[in-house]
Structures are given as structure tokens and as C-alpha cells.
């Protein structure tokens, strides 16, 4: 018989930190990964850990909600953490990576690991292995044949909604005349390039955006878009002004030629470490490609944007969470099987790579004859998962971590100061936690 070890289907951020977690803790892996027999609608490299989505981890400060989960993460030794780190570009505040190093980085270290062995095949049935438990992490772009396993594990529906991916343009091809560098609220030079308008380009561009066409969805989908990652186009649905408060917000971003605030800015992030390539910061969309050229092309100092990648729209399953999952990643129906990444309920590539994290984690106890363990509601991993299992299941969506999700604060203090008041209550709670849940001594 097969020695028990931790069986991982899907080689994203959320699968790769649960196969690096489970070895960590001295129990063998075997990560399955559909890439390159086939590929996703959004997926272009054969590489683990591949970003199809922007470059950035988001904020890098711990007093905010993705901050301090990052940083807990780092006390948790995370390889998604590691491999940001290592292959970061100037962001700001932000934790931004260079895509391409990043996945080559993650895809290095898990082939190099002696517990993880790495197969290139598709699994279109949730494995059954006896007294292995499963780690199911393929997330938004889940295979169909995939998807009807789960399906008929569950017996619910999946829920869906449609991310956007914002476009990407050559470095050289922008007009720095025109554009200036420069991080919100920050004195001198940023690491961010801004395109300014004013009131006549503005409105302009919010007439061709209305009148550009987008690409039509498929007969059977409805769709149901995350707030956090809003397609530009739907935005300003919402009235012309919307995007002057969003992406474009031009709010401490004063022109340094001239000393003025624009009426609106187009932010573009560095893409990678070289800077030849940027993103637009916000300007995720569904519009046809032509759409994309003709409108993003009137954007001062893109005039003649050589896009590297243009937008498109991917669907994004995920479970209804409070209905199939316990506060261990494991499903109520089965529990050797581990839901974790965007599949589980969670929005965004660090909440994605935080479940993946603790799914590997708790199955690599279950192997070891330990019991499961669930971070302190406190902390920014146990907000994640109180909110995926203790949501009302009618009212249930995905959510970046933010610290809505955290417990009331019992004291009373100014805004400003609450921030750094939960993570340093966060990081004791976790630390006391690590100590007692991590077997590994480390």
C-alpha cells in the first residue's frame, strides 16, 4: 500500500503554497498540474504560480487588512511570500513582482523540493485515495469535468462572477512628455507614471468609453461581478463622474511641471524590474480589443501604446463556502478533502495563497495523527475564515481581507490608530498560536 501522503490538484498560488506547507512539515506531495496538456482561457506559460491577473500583492503596510496577512504570512513561512520578495519591482507602498521571475521562482523551488513530486496531467474526478487527504486548489478557471465532480460532491450549485484583466503596455512606447512620475501623496519622484487630463480630455474619453463594444457573454452566463475588480466600462455605468472618484482619482497626484491637480489620472504600475512593461492601474475590462486600442489610446501619453497584453474577461467559480466548508478548509461532506485559493470563497492572490497555506498545513496534520487547527479569529487568516464559514449563506460572496472582517474592537481610538492596534494585537495572537499548532518546532 501507497504510503499516506498530501495529494494537491492545481499548481496556482493556492496549490503551491499547500504542497510547500505540507513538505515543510516532512509529509509527502503530489501536486497535479493541468498546464501544459491544457491550458485555461487565461493562462499562458507552463509555469507554477503563473499571475494572470495584475502584478501587484497590494499594500505592503501593516496596518492595513492585506498587509498585515502578508505578514503573518511571513511568520508562517510562506512561499508565495518568499517568491514576491524575491522578485519584486518598485510599487510604492504596494508589493508588486516581476510575473515572469516570480512563477520561474515558485516553479524552481517546487521542483527542486525532494517531497513534492509534480504531475503534468489533468484530473477531471476529485481523487479518493485511502487515507490521503485531497487539497482541491484549481481556482477560478476550474475545468468543467472538474467542476461536475465537485458538483455532484456537493449537491449545491456553484456560484459564479467574471473577473477582468486590466491591459499592459510596452514602456517604450509611452509618451513621457506628457506623463509624470509619481506616488499618491508622496514628495518627489514615485514609483508610480501618471497620465493627467483635463475636463475636455476627460469627457472625451467617457463618450468613447460608452460607445465602445464589448465582448458578449456566452448565452449561459450571467454576470456577477466582484466590487473590488470592476470592469472600467461598468464603472461609469454607475454616472460619468464614477471614474474620477476610482481608478482616475487624481487626488494627491499635482503634476510637478506645473504645480496643478489634473482633472483626472490613468496610474501605470511597472509591470517588472527592468520597467519595460506597465499596467493600467483599475482599468480591468471586457471591451473587444479594437475597443480597447481606440479608447485607451486617446488617454494622454498612450497616444501610440504598444500594448504588450490586452484586457479580457475570465469567469471565476467558487463554493458556497458556509454551507460546504468547516473552519479547517475541510468539506463537512468529506473530510480528508480541502478546499483552498478562490475555489474556497476567497478574493485576491494573497487571501488565495493565506487558504492554501493553512489547507496544507491541516493536511499535512491529518497524515501526521494531528487534529486540524483554525487560526485566532483575530488574526487576518482566522477574519478570512470566520467570514467563509460563519457568513449567512444566502448573503454569502467572495471578499478581499479587509478589517470589516475582524472582530469588533472592544476600545475606543481614532481611526488612524486602528490599524496598527489590530495588527499588533494579530501578530501576538499568531505567534502564540504558531507555537502551539506548528509541529515542526520551527
Same mark, same amino acid.
Given at each position: 500500500?501507497?504510503?499516506?501522503?498530501?495529494?494537491v490538484?492545481?499548481?496556482?498560488?493556492?496549490?503551491?503554497?499547500?504542497?510547500?506547507?505540507?513538505?515543510?512539515?516532512?509529509?509527502?506531495?503530489?501536486?497535479?498540474?493541468?498546464?501544459?496538456?491544457?491550458?485555461?482561457p487565461a493562462h499562458?506559460?507552463?509555469?507554477?504560480?503563473?499571475?494572470?491577473c495584475?502584478?501587484?500583492?497590494?499594500?505592503?503596510?501593516?496596518?492595513?487588512?492585506?498587509?498585515?496577512?502578508?505578514?503573518?504570512?511571513?511568520?508562517?513561512?510562506?512561499?508565495?511570500?518568499?517568491?514576491?520578495?524575491?522578485?519584486?519591482?518598485?510599487?510604492?507602498?504596494?508589493?508588486?513582482?516581476?510575473?515572469?521571475?516570480?512563477?520561474?521562482?515558485?516553479?524552481?523551488?517546487?521542483?527542486?523540493?525532494?517531497?513534492?513530486?509534480?504531475f503534468?496531467?489533468?484530473?477531471?474526478?476529485i @481523487?479518493k !485515495?485511502?487515507g490521503?487527504?485531497?487539497?482541491? #486548489?484549481?481556482?477560478? %478557471?476550474?475545468? =468543467?469535468?472538474?467542476s461536475? &465532480?465537485?458538483?455532484?460532491?456537493?449537491?449545491?450549485?456553484?456560484?459564479?462572477?467574471?473577473?477582468?484583466?486590466?491591459?499592459?503596455?510596452?514602456a517604450e512606447?509611452?509618451?513621457?512628455?506628457?506623463?509624470y512620475?509619481?506616488?499618491?501623496?508622496?514628495?518627489?519622484?514615485?514609483?508610480?507614471?501618471?497620465?493627467?487630463?483635463?475636463?475636455?480630455?476627460?469627457?472625451?474619453?467617457?463618450e468613447?468609453?460608452?460607445?465602445?463594444?464589448?465582448?458578449p457573454?456566452?448565452?449561459?452566463?450571467?454576470?456577477?461581478?466582484?466590487?473590488?475588480?470592476?470592469?472600467?466600462?461598468?464603472?461609469?455605468?454607475?454616472?460619468?463622474?464614477?471614474?474620477?472618484?476610482?481608478?482616475?482619482?487624481?487626488?494627491?497626484? @499635482?503634476? !510637478?511641471?506645473?504645480?496643478?491637480?489634473p482633472? #483626472?489620472?490613468?496610474? %501605470?504600475?511597472? =509591470?517588472n524590474?527592468?520597467? &519595460?512593461m506597465?499596467?493600467?492601474?483599475?482599468?480591468?475590462?471586457?471591451?473587444?480589443?479594437?475597443?480597447?486600442?481606440?479608447?485607451?489610446?486617446?488617454?494622454p501619453?498612450?497616444?501610440?501604446a504598444?500594448?504588450?497584453?490586452?484586457?479580457?474577461?475570465?469567469?471565476?467559480?467558487?463554493?458556497c463556502?458556509?454551507e460546504?466548508?468547516?473552519?479547517?478548509?475541510?468539506?463537512?461532506?468529506?473530510?480528508?478533502?480541502?478546499?483552498?485559493?478562490?475555489l474556497?470563497?476567497?478574493?485576491?492572490?494573497?487571501?488565495?495563497?493565506?487558504?492554501g497555506?493553512?489547507?496544507?498545513?491541516?493536511?499535512?496534520?491529518?497524515?501526521?495523527?494531528?487534529?486540524?487547527?483554525?487560526?485566532?479569529?483575530?488574526?487576518?487568516?482566522?477574519?478570512?475564515?470566520?467570514?467563509?464559514?460563519?457568513t449567512?449563506?444566502?448573503h454569502?460572496?467572495?471578499?478581499?481581507i479587509?478589517?470589516?472582517?475582524?472582530?469588533?474592537?472592544?476600545?475606543?481610538m481614532?481611526?488612524?490608530?486602528?490599524?496598527r492596534?489590530?495588527?499588533?494585537?494579530?501578530?501576538?495572537?499568531?505567534?502564540?498560536?504558531?507555537?502551539?499548532?506548528?509541529?515542526?518546532?520551527?
Open positions: 500500500m501507497k504510503e499516506a501522503r498530501v495529494i490538484v492545481g499548481g496556482g498560488l493556492a496549490g503551491c503554497e499547500a504542497a510547500w506547507q505540507a513538505a515543510r512539515l516532512g509529509v509527502a506531495v503530489e501536486l497535479y498540474e493541468m498546464r501544459p496538456q491544457r491550458f485555461s499562458q506559460s507552463e509555469s507554477l504560480g503563473e499571475l494572470v495584475s502584478n501587484s500583492l497590494r499594500s505592503n503596510m501593516v496596518d492595513s487588512g492585506v498587509g498585515l496577512l502578508k505578514e503573518e504570512m511571513r511568520r508562517l513561512d510562506s512561499l508565495i511570500i518568499r517568491a514576491a520578495e524575491a522578485t519584486a519591482v518598485p510599487a510604492g507602498k504596494a508589493l508588486a513582482v516581476d510575473r515572469q521571475q516570480f512563477a520561474d521562482y515558485i516553479t524552481r523551488v517546487m521542483e527542486e523540493n525532494e517531497l513534492i513530486t509534480i503534468r496531467q489533468e484530473v477531471e474526478e @481523487p !485515495p485511502a490521503s487527504p485531497v487539497i482541491l #486548489a484549481t481556482g477560478p %478557471l476550474t475545468s =468543467e469535468k472538474l461536475a &465532480s465537485l458538483l455532484r460532491l456537493t449537491g449545491a450549485k456553484n456560484l459564479a462572477f467574471y473577473d477582468a484583466i486590466a491591459p499592459i503596455v510596452a512606447s509611452l509618451d513621457l512628455d506628457v506623463i512620475r509619481k506616488s499618491r501623496w508622496d514628495d518627489g519622484p514615485g514609483d508610480y507614471l501618471n497620465c493627467p487630463m483635463n475636463e475636455e480630455q476627460y469627457n472625451r474619453f467617457v468613447l468609453l460608452a460607445a465602445a463594444e464589448t465582448v457573454l456566452k448565452s449561459f452566463e450571467t454576470p456577477k461581478y466582484f466590487e473590488g475588480c470592476l470592469p472600467i466600462e461598468v464603472m461609469l455605468e454607475r454616472g460619468e463622474q464614477t471614474l474620477r472618484f476610482g481608478p482616475m482619482k487624481p487626488v494627491g497626484l @499635482p503634476d !510637478p511641471r506645473t504645480g496643478q491637480t482633472h #483626472a489620472v490613468v496610474q %501605470l504600475r511597472a =509591470e524590474r527592468e520597467k &519595460s506597465y499596467n493600467l492601474v483599475g482599468f480591468q475590462t471586457k471591451l473587444t480589443y479594437a475597443g480597447q486600442k481606440k479608447v485607451f489610446r486617446t488617454i501619453g498612450l497616444e501610440r504598444e500594448f504588450v497584453r490586452l484586457g479580457s474577461i475570465h469567469r471565476n467559480t467558487f463554493v463556502a458556509p460546504l466548508l468547516e473552519p479547517t478548509l475541510q468539506m463537512k461532506k468529506r473530510k480528508n478533502l480541502f478546499l483552498a485559493g478562490q474556497s470563497g476567497v478574493e485576491g492572490y494573497v487571501e488565495s495563497a493565506a487558504m497555506l493553512l489547507a496544507g498545513m491541516n493536511a499535512a496534520r491529518l497524515v501526521r495523527g494531528q487534529a486540524p487547527v483554525v487560526p485566532p479569529p483575530e488574526t487576518a487568516h482566522g477574519a478570512l475564515i470566520h467570514h467563509l464559514t460563519a449567512a449563506p444566502e454569502f460572496q467572495p471578499s478581499n479587509n478589517f470589516g472582517l475582524f472582530p469588533p474592537l472592544k476600545t475606543k481614532r481611526k488612524r490608530d486602528r490599524g492596534f489590530r495588527a499588533d494585537q494579530a501578530l501576538a495572537a499568531l505567534e502564540s498560536w504558531r507555537r502551539q499548532s506548528d509541529p515542526s518546532g520551527e
